[in-house]
């Protein structure tokens, strides 16, 4: 169970600066908060962040396509990045 009085005093902005790991976003335009994906990616040490095209956030859990993307890229991802 999740609720808003847990998740809303979360600074995910603020935590940004501490990942110090090779990070991964997939985001989109019409998904929740693109502005805060943008500055999320800016104050990350190593950031890749990709853009498809959606119809909103939900879109992200339930379009076969969407997951596909996403579940593809962070395959490259990791596939790249191992050490």
């Known amino acids: 169970m999740q609720s808003?009085?847990?998740?809303?005093?979360?600074?995910?902005?603020?935590a940004a600066k501490?990942?110090?790991?090779?990070?991964?976003?997939?985001?989109?335009?019409?998904?929740?908060?693109p502005s805060l994906a943008r500055r999320f990616q800016a104050d990350l040490n190593d950031a890749?962040?990709?853009?498809?095209?959606?119809?909103?956030?939900?879109d992200f859990y339930d379009d076969p396509r969407l997951i596909a993307i996403g579940a593809d890229a962070v395959?490259?991802?990791?596939?790249?990045?191992?050490?």
């Open 4 to 14: 808003w009085a847990y998740t809303s005093t979360f600074d995910a902005i603020g």
């Open 18 to 33: 501490l990942i110090t790991v090779p990070t991964i976003i997939i985001h989109s335009e019409r998904a929740l908060a």
């Open 48 to 58: 890749h962040i990709l853009w498809v095209e959606s119809s909103g956030q939900i």
């Open 75 to 83: 395959a490259r991802f990791f596939t790249a990045t191992k050490h």
